[in-house]
């Protein structure tokens, strides 16, 4: 989801019953749904009784370290803070930019490369557009020389004879003459 949209959950926005889910409200008052891992309904149920919130609680599902309900710019900070510390095992981390919307274009390109439909992912991303998803497909180079080589196996297999140029006689002839 985007940032905003992460910000903007409230803890009653999931459902912590099988099947478990979120309701992402997105852009242009859009609001869709995503499946969420047992492991993630877990995690997200030990961190609301830390904070002591009920499931069915209207508060924000993730707040700062003053209480109040975590902003876009404090989801960017986390993020920057942890490739931060993963840049200490992982150095090429450290000439990367990462944002959460590197985390959201790596998912969709990762769907899109495992065969996952087009108007899945559209869906998925919340976009109101398959136009807009569209562009991942441009973007992923790997996808399009796989293609490539599926469409190899479609060409007549080429023949170990000279061009045609070379073979006539005829024509070698007339341009001899010029």
């Given at each position: 989801?985007?940032?905003?949209?992460?910000?903007?959950?409230?803890?009653?926005?999931?459902?912590?019953?099988?099947?478990?889910?979120?309701?992402?409200?997105?852009?242009?008052?859009?609001?869709?749904?995503?499946?969420?891992?047992?492991?993630?309904?877990?995690?997200?149920?030990?961190?609301?009784?830390?904070?002591?919130?009920?499931?069915?609680?209207?508060?924000?599902?993730?707040?700062?370290?003053?209480?109040?309900?975590?902003?876009?710019?404090?989801v960017?900070?986390?993020?920057?803070?942890?490739?931060?510390?993963?840049?200490?095992?992982?150095?090429?981390?450290?000439?990367?930019?990462?944002?959460?919307?590197?985390?959201?274009?790596?998912?969709?390109?990762?769907?899109?490369?495992?065969?996952?439909?087009?108007?899945?992912?559209?869906?998925?991303?919340?976009?109101?557009?398959?136009?807009?998803?569209?562009?991942?497909?441009?973007?992923?180079l790997?996808?399009k020389?796989?293609?490539?080589?599926?469409?190899?196996?479609?060409?007549?297999?080429?023949?170990?004879?000279?061009?045609?140029w070379q073979?006539?006689?005829?024509?070698?002839?007339?341009?001899?003459?010029?």
């Amino acid at each position: 989801m985007r940032a905003q949209e992460l910000v903007s959950l409230n803890v009653n926005h999931l459902r912590f019953s099988r099947p478990y889910y979120v309701r992402i409200h997105g852009k242009g008052r859009r609001e869709r749904t995503c499946p969420l891992w047992p492991e993630t309904i877990h995690a997200v149920k030990r961190y609301l009784e830390q904070r002591s919130v009920r499931l069915d609680d209207p508060a924000p599902l993730f707040v700062n370290n003053e209480a109040n309900r975590l902003t876009r710019f404090g989801v960017r900070y986390i993020v920057a803070h942890r490739v931060a510390e993963a840049a200490k095992v992982c150095p090429s981390l450290r000439t990367r930019k990462v944002s959460p919307h590197t985390w959201r274009h790596t998912t969709a390109m990762h769907l899109l490369q495992s065969n996952v439909d087009l108007s899945m992912i559209r869906s998925w991303l919340g976009h109101a557009s398959i136009e807009t998803t569209n562009t991942y497909v441009e973007i992923d180079l790997e996808m399009k020389r796989k293609t490539l080589r599926a469409c190899e196996k479609l060409l007549p297999t080429p023949t170990k004879r000279s061009p045609s140029w070379q073979r006539d006689q005829g024509i070698l002839s007339w341009l001899s003459k010029l």
